[in-house]
C-alpha cells in the first residue's frame, strides 16, 4: 500500500517515515510538510518525491500517515477521506469536537479504514492487560499519573507549539484516557483543575459509576518523570504495565491492523476515528470545565 506522509518533524521522520520503509506491505510515496526544504530532506532522504501540494501527494498515495498538529491533521484527515484514502493518525484526533466530528464524518461517509496511533494500545502485552482486566470486571476506581518533562534540552517536543499552547492534557492526556477507557467505559462527567509546572487534574465518571483520577504535566521535574495506571476494585488492584516493544514496533502493528481492516473490508477497528472522537470529547469537556470551574456532563 503506497502511504503518503504528511509531516517533516521528528515523529514523522523517526517514527512514521521509518516504521513505513520497514514494513513489507508499505511503501512511501512521498512526502509534504509545512516546510518545503524539510519535506525535500526527509524525501531524499527516503528515494521519495516531495510535494508541494496536499492533493498532489493524495492522487500518489492509497493512504496518509499524518504526523503534524491536531488542527492541520485534521483538515488533511477530511480531504484524505474524502478523497477515499484510507487514514494512520496521530493523537489527539483534532483540537476540538467541531473538528473532530469533521473527520468522523468524512471517513464514514467515504468508508475508508482509519486508525489513530496511540502508542501503547499497539503494544501486544498491553492489548492484553487490558482485555483481561476489562472482562474480569468490578472496578470501581483508576488512577493515572504521566509526569513528562520535554522542555529539558534536547528532546525533540520541546519547541512544538502546538504542545506549548495546549499542554498535557491534549499531548498525552489521549495517552492515559486510551489506557482507561477500555476498562471503566466511556466518560459521563469531567472535572478539572490546574496545579503547578503546567498540571492538570482529571476527575471523570464513567458509565456504571466507576470514577478516575488523571494528573498530568510536561514540564515535570527531571527527578519526578513518572507513569503510573492502577485499577482499584473487587478482586484487588492491577497495574498497567509498560509497552514491552519499541515505538516503531508498535508503529508497524499499528499498520499491520490498518492493512488487516483494508483487507477484510471492515470498519471497527477498536482506535478507529470514531475512539478518537470519544477521546477528544473528553479534553474538550475538560478544557469547559477548567475555564469555567464546574463539572461538565457529556
Known amino acids: ?32 510538510g509545512r516546510n518545503p526544504a524539510k519535506a525535500e530532506e526527509l524525501a531524499t ?29 485534521a483538515d488533511i484527515a477530511v480531504r484524505a477521506a474524502t478523497a477515499g484514502r484510507h487514514l494512520l493518525l496521530d493523537k489527539p484526533l483534532a483540537l476540538g469536537l467541531a473538528d473532530a466530528d469533521r473527520v468522523v464524518d468524512a471517513a464514514q461517509a467515504s468508508g475508508v479504514a482509519s486508525v489513530v496511533f496511540f502508542t501503547q494500545r499497539f503494544h501486544p502485552n498491553v492489548t492484553g492487560f487490558l482485555a483481561s482486566t476489562a472482562a474480569a470486571g468490578g472496578w470501581q476506581h483508576a488512577r493515572a499519573t504521566m509526569f513528562a518533562s520535554i522542555y529539558q534540552p534536547g528532546n525533540p517536543y520541546g519547541d512544538s507549539q502546538w504542545r506549548r499552547d495546549r499542554g498535557a492534557l491534549w499531548d498525552i492526556g489521549p495517552h492515559a484516557l486510551s489506557l482507561i477507557l477500555p476498562v471503566l ?20 465518571t464513567h ?30 488492584t492491577e497495574t498497567v504495565p509498560p509497552g514491552d516493544g519499541s515505538v516503531l514496533q508498535a508503529f508497524g502493528t ?15 477497528h477498536r482506535c478507529d476515528v470514531r475512539f478518537g ?11 469547559t470545565a477548567r475555564a469555567q470551574g464546574r463539572t461538565v456532563e457529556l
Not at 492522487?59 to 492541520?72: K, S
Not at 467505559?185 to 471523570?204: E, F, I, K, N, Q
Not at 499499528?254 to 471497527?268: K, N, S
Request: charged fraction near 20%; glycine fraction near 10%.
Open 1 to 32: 500500500m503506497r502511504f503518503g506522509l504528511f509531516g517533516t518533524g521528528h515523529w514523522a521522520a523517526e517514527t512514521h517515515a521509518a516504521a513505513i520503509d520497514a514494513h513489507p506491505r508499505a511503501r512511501l510515496a512521498g512526502v509534504w
Open 277 to 287: 472522537r470519544e477521546v477528544v470529547a473528553v479534553l474538550d469537556a475538560a478544557e
Open 207 to 236: 458509565d456504571g459509576g466507576a470514577t478516575s483520577s488523571l494528573s498530568l504535566t510536561l514540564d515535570a521535574p527531571a527527578e519526578a518523570v513518572a507513569r503510573d495506571f492502577v485499577f482499584f476494585g473487587e478482586n484487588g
Open 45 to 73: 532522504r527516503h528515494g521519495v518525491p516531495a510535494f508541494t501540494e496536499v492533493d498532489a501527494l493524495l492522487d500518489a498515495c492509497d493512504a496518509v500517515a499524518v504526523a503534524l498538529p491536531p488542527d492541520v491533521q
Open 254 to 268: 499499528a499498520l499491520d491492523q490498518l492493512l488487516e481492516e483494508v483487507d477484510a473490508g471492515t470498519r471497527d
Open 185 to 204: 467505559g466511556r466518560v459521563t462527567r469531567v472535572a478539572a483543575m490546574d496545579g503547578p509546572s503546567g498540571l492538570v487534574h482529571l476527575l471523570l
